[in-house]
């Protein structure tokens, strides 16, 4: 592409080498419209975002890589590294944003229009490698013991990360081979959808069993444990309820032992004490009842005579028989 563009430049009949480059003879910049400020000293380049931002027009969010026609302009030097400014525009607003590079912690830095995505993190607190600073590296030099002090720090890591060195060592033998490893990797995901289908299979058949439409969570321990104790259906047949039963019979002892004595004399003791307290009836306790014959001619006598009651009614232990007011009457 470089050689066909340095051959196929076109000149006019009426250029003559006397009057120098082509953008001169044209009176145009070798730039293009990118140069249209380049006398205010503003060089238009494409610039691509280093960070991600919030817009403070319309207060959206601006990733990392979006580019932006920015206006470059030299705004300072850091010893011999000049400072730039890049002037944009949002490409969701009217808002324009300013960002300046930062040669001494070589970052860029916000000056209006936008404010950053702060992501960063102390890398001291991640166990990361961190640079030597400009001033640590110059009392490294210069006091002994600064130098002492960052030795017995560094000795004290060491020993802190050296678990973790002798790892990633040993796992260095297996990652070598990239294919094993993408190999193994595709085998465990191949099992894991295995593993989804079936499940997915064995709730749709639950819920169309019951008639239902809900989310099943995963099955646990305790939830098989529950729906174990809540079955319906009896925990034996009946050959084996059967079995059991000849087993138990087989177990038992034909004749009580000295262990079952006293359980039967205190069954017989119960069965004994409910035959005496058991109530008697007045036939068996030989009580007749006896009702007076005056009392009894009264009531034939007086029709509007009321029923005998029981107060009326005398009764005694002694038979009729034996009484002996009736053995006289009936004597006279």
């Known amino acids: 592409m470089a050689e066909r563009k340095a051959v196929n430049k076109y000149y006019p009949p009426e250029w003559t080498p006397d009057k120098g480059s082509i953008n001169k003879f044209r ?37 990392m890589g979006v580019r932006y026609n920015a206006e470059k302009t030299k705004v300072g030097m850091y010893y011999t590294t000049p400072i730039y400014k890049f002037r944009m525009k949002c490409h969701l607003c009217t808002n324009y944003f300013e960002i300046q590079t930062d040669p001494q912690n070589l970052d860029y830095v916000i000056l209006n229009g936008a404010r950053r995505q702060e992501r960063r993190w102390d890398p001291t607190q991640n166990e990361q490698v961190v640079p030597e600073d400009k ?31 002798q790892k990633l060592e040993e796992y260095k033998e297996i990652w070598k081979d990239d294919y ?42 305790e939830d098989r444990k529950l729906a174990g104790l809540l079955k319906l259906a009896p925990l034996h047949s009946f050959e084996e309820k059967e079995k059991l039963k000849r087993e138990e019979s087989i177990s038992r002892p034909l004749f009580p032992g000295p262990s079952n004595m006293p359980a039967l004399a205190n069954s017989l003791r119960e069965s004994k004490m409910k035959t005496l307290l058991k109530p008697l009836t007045k036939v068996e306790l ?18 509007t005579s009321k029923p005998v009651k029981m107060k009326d009614i005398q009764t005694s232990l002694v038979a009729f028989d034996y009484d002996s007011s009736d053995s006289d009457e009936e004597k006279t």
């Open 27 to 63: 009176g145009t910049h070798a730039l293009r419209e990118r140069a249209r400020k380049l006398h205010m000293g503003i060089l238009i380049i494409r610039f691509e975002m280093p960070f991600n931002i919030w817009c403070n027009g319309c207060e959206n969010h601006i990733g």
């Open 135 to 165: 001033e640590v590296s110059k009392r490294l030099s210069t006091d002994s013991m600064f130098c002492l002090e960052h030795n017995v720090s560094d000795k004290i890591k060491q020993k802190t990360i050296l678990p973790s060195l």
């Open 180 to 221: 094993l490893l993408n190999k193994a990797l595709r085998q465990q995901f191949r099992e894991k959808k295995k593993e989804m289908a079936n499940t997915e299979d064995k709730d749709k058949h639950l819920l169309k069993k019951s008639s239902l439409d809900i989310i099943l969570l995963p099955e646990t321990d």
């Open 286 to 303: 030989g009580i007749n009842v006896k009702i007076n014959k005056g009392d009894a001619t009264k009531s034939e006598n007086d029709e």
